[in-house]
């Protein structure tokens, strides 16, 4: 019930943008297609997309998709552990995830300090200064039970096997340093940390792994649906062909989004 209310409310909502819905699928399909090489869907892989709210598990093998799952766990939870571990903001938090976060630990993290002073609620805070390990110890527990709670349900699915040697990684939290090296130990397999495919006409700050199944929509719809021509329709093909130059119909997405947003 819940899921049919979300498809209804996702159809109304694109309605009044003047896009009508020619497909659903699923987002870790859609991760795999921008991320994953044919190569590696042939001999068998396991794509995570490990995004904020959750991460997302899809198996490929012999060429294609054979399970679909996901776990209400991803990288929000990690700087939500920050900020309640650190008495700090949630937005600090993220910054502190990104800038100096790590899913494994070094000899030299004791040494590297991270400065709270300019947090504005450092003036509530008595550490005004933590160290690299203390923030690698409350990261690490949280990517370690991500990452063994989609073993588990890979396992659960008997399909495990059939899920090659090979983890393929993408999503905005699959840029956490440390986390190939931490995800190769707990599967034991080879890891890869991937970002979508190149698309001309998207802009730089599109390009990172936290847009890959955005990416993967617009490559399934491009291959696999007819869009009509019409300029209330956002045709993905205009972007897809990398070897083409678009310039030209680049410039009239732009102008699509400008008139319909």
Known sequence: VLFRSAVKNIRNCLA?????????????YASGLASLTDDEKEIGVTCLDIGAGNTSIAIFSEGYPIYFDSIPVGGLHITKDIALGLSVSQPFAERLKVIYGSAVSTDSD????????????????????????????IIKPRVEEILEMAKA??????????????????????????IKEITSYIFNKHVRVAKPQ???GIPESAKGA??????????????????ADSKTIFNPMDIVNSNKKTSGKSNW????????F
Not at 253 to 260: D, I, L, P, Q, T
Request: aromatic residues 6%.
């Open 16 to 28: 009044k943008c003047h896009i009508n819905v020619r497909d659903f699928i699923v987002s870790s």
């Open 110 to 137: 004791d040494l590297d300090r991270i400065d709270l002073a300019d947090e504005n609620e450092a003036a509530s805070i008595s550490n005004k200064a933590i160290t690299k390990a203390e923030l690698t110890a």
């Open 153 to 178: 349900n890979l396992e659960k699915s008997g399909l495990y096997g059939a899920a090659g040697n090979k983890v393929v990684i993408t999503g905005g939290s699959s840029q956490l340093q440390g």
């Open 198 to 200: 190149e698309l001309q």
């Open 210 to 227: 936290a847009f890959s199944t955005a990416v993967g929509m617009l490559i399934h719809a491009a291959k696999n649906k007819e869009v």
């Open 253 to 260: 997405v732009v102008e699509w989004f400008k008139k319909n």
